[in-house]
């Protein structure tokens, strides 16, 4: 048997649709994997009534299939679906490096990050390998094409989910199909400081390189409270606030004396606007772990 934990993950960062990822320290999915002749999958855990456990629908299945790895696989969901904390991803990286072990395929991390993507990919309807990269190889990436960068940034943060469902595959209907060249000039900006950031560890840069014009505010909308939550974080000291992933969680980036204040703050703004949420202090973080037995 072989299990792997991996972990969440923040895709976009604001100004880096489709192509920023950060992993976070907590939460996590666990994934077990077993040979057998045919792939099953059994989930528990964090919204596991929510997760299909048809290989078919399941981004797991899809996983198996690439790597010609059946397996009974079971799914321990630290990570909510539908959370805008790559759930779905989550659990396709896990499956990726799980099987990868348990038949001795010899694939490295990054030769894993397209597989995963392909897992991802049978829920949300395309390949973006912003939450599946991060979620294999840690820290903070940058996804364009195949090519993945990796920057050990150490960033704290505070991710707050509302117990409001949006599905990855709903929210891209809401992007923009097209952009002015004075929004991709803003946009260049904010994605070139918050990678300076990332390589610096300064929160600051890195929450002003957050913000976003173009696809950010589409999305807001979806999500009841966001401009309100946004205030509150910033106002309890964030450094910048946005969209995690597809939503509908929130993504804080802050120092670490800040992090406590800022959660009870997003937490309360949330309550004020009539919705329930959670809030995890966490910070950038490692890839996902392998234990073999
Ligand atoms: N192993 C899995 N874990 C979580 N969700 C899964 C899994 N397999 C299939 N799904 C389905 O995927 C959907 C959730 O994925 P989705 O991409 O919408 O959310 P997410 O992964 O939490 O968010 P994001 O990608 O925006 O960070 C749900 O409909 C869920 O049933
Ligand atoms: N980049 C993706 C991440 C969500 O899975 C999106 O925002 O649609």
């Given amino acids: 048997?072989?299990?792997?934990?991996?972990?969440?993950?923040?895709?976009?960062?604001?100004?880096?649709?489709?192509?920023?990822?950060?992993?976070?320290?907590?939460?996590?999915?666990?994934?077990?994997?077993?040979?057998?002749?045919?792939?099953?999958?059994?989930?528990?855990g964090y919204g596991a009534e929510f997760i299909p456990e048809d290989p078919d629908s399941n981004t797991v299945g899809a996983v198996?299939?690439?790597?010609?790895?059946?397996?009974?696989?079971?799914?321990?969901?630290?990570?909510?679906?539908?959370?805008?904390?790559?759930?779905?991803?989550a659990s396709a990286a896990a499956a990726a490096l799980a099987l990868n072990e348990l038949y001795d395929r010899g694939l490295s991390r990054r030769e894993l990050v397209p597989i995963a993507g392909k897992g991802e990919a049978t829920v949300s309807g395309e390949v973006h390998l912003d939450n599946v990269a991060p979620a294999l190889l840690g820290g903070f990436t940058v996804a364009t094409g195949r090519d993945v960068t990796v920057v050990d940034a150490d960033i704290p943060l505070v991710a707050c989910l509302p117990e409001i469902a949006v599905s990855t595959r709903d929210a891209r209907d809401v992007v923009p199909a097209g952009a002015t060249m004075e929004q991709l000039?803003?946009?260049?900006?904010?994605?070139?400081?918050?990678?300076?950031?990332?390589?610096?560890?300064?929160?600051?840069?890195?929450?002003?390189?957050?913000?976003?014009?173009?696809?950010?505010?589409?999305?807001a909308d979806l999500i009841a409270g966001y401009d309100q939550v946004r205030e509150a974080a910033l106002s309890a000291g964030a450094t910048g606030v946005t969209v995690s992933g597809a939503g509908p969680g929130i993504i804080a980036a802050c120092y670490p004396e800040n992090r406590q204040e800022i959660a009870s703050a997003m937490v309360e703004a949330f309550k004020d606007a009539g919705v329930d949420s959670r809030a995890y202090q966490t910070k950038i973080g490692r890839g996902a772990t392998l234990y073999s037995e």
Avoid: Q, W
């Avoid at 192509?19 to 996590?28: S, Y």
């Avoid at 840069?205 to 976003?212: A, E, P, S």
């Fill in 64 to 89: 198996a299939e690439a790597l010609d790895a059946p397996a009974h696989i079971r799914i321990d969901k630290g990570i909510r679906p539908s959370s805008g904390l790559g759930s779905s991803g």
């Fill in 185 to 219: 000039i803003y946009t260049v900006g904010r994605a070139a400081t918050l990678t300076t950031g990332m390589c610096r560890n300064d929160p600051r840069l890195v929450g002003k390189g957050m913000h976003d014009r173009l696809v950010t505010p589409a999305r």
């Fill in 1 to 44: 048997m072989v299990t792997v934990r991996a972990p969440a993950t923040s895709a976009n960062l604001g100004s880096g649709f489709d192509v920023f990822g950060a992993a976070l320290d907590r939460p996590a999915d666990i994934v077990r994997v077993e040979k057998a002749d045919r792939t099953t999958i059994d989930v528990t």
